[in-house]
């Protein structure tokens, strides 16, 4: 059974960091397309960052420079280190598995098949 659990978000004040992390069992994290999202209050779901197989990685404009996608085979598990935040960056975070390596699925809400409950970061001084 796949499963996905995100951790690490929390209370931070502007221009802090966070790491989250997103634990995966039932497949294995390091030779699959992973996805971050996230929900900010009153909104809908936003595209944060994919890593393809290969481990190449994306990012909305939003966070680029800021945001860094990785992840941990002996660990079987996906990371987004977040830098420089900003209020604007307070959401419900989630990780999703693609149900491709194409990016354009990476990208859509549509395009994940299996999702975690999320982590809440909130940016605030």
């Known amino acids: 059974e796949v499963q996905l659990v995100e951790s690490g978000g929390g209370l931070v004040q502007p221009g802090g960091s966070l790491r989250l992390s997103c634990r995966a069992s039932?497949?294995?994290?390091?030779?699959?397309?992973m996805s971050w999202f996230r929900q900010a209050p009153g909104k809908g779901l936003e595209w944060v960052s994919s890593?393809?197989?290969?481990?190449?990685?994306f990012y909305a404009d939003s966070v680029k420079g800021r945001f860094t996608i990785s992840r941990d085979g002996a660990k079987n598990t996906l990371y987004l280190q977040l830098n420089s935040l900003k209020t604007e960056d307070t959401a419900m975070y989630y990780c999703?598995?693609?149900?491709?390596?194409?990016?354009?699925?990476?990208?859509?809400?549509?395009?994940?098949?299996?999702w975690g409950e999320g982590t809440l970061v909130t940016v605030s001084s």
């Open positions: 890593i393809s197989r290969g481990g190449n990685t």
């Open positions: 039932g497949f294995t994290a390091i030779s699959a397309a």
């Open positions: 999703a598995k693609p149900k491709s390596n194409v990016l354009g699925d990476m990208k859509k809400t549509d395009g994940m098949d299996y």
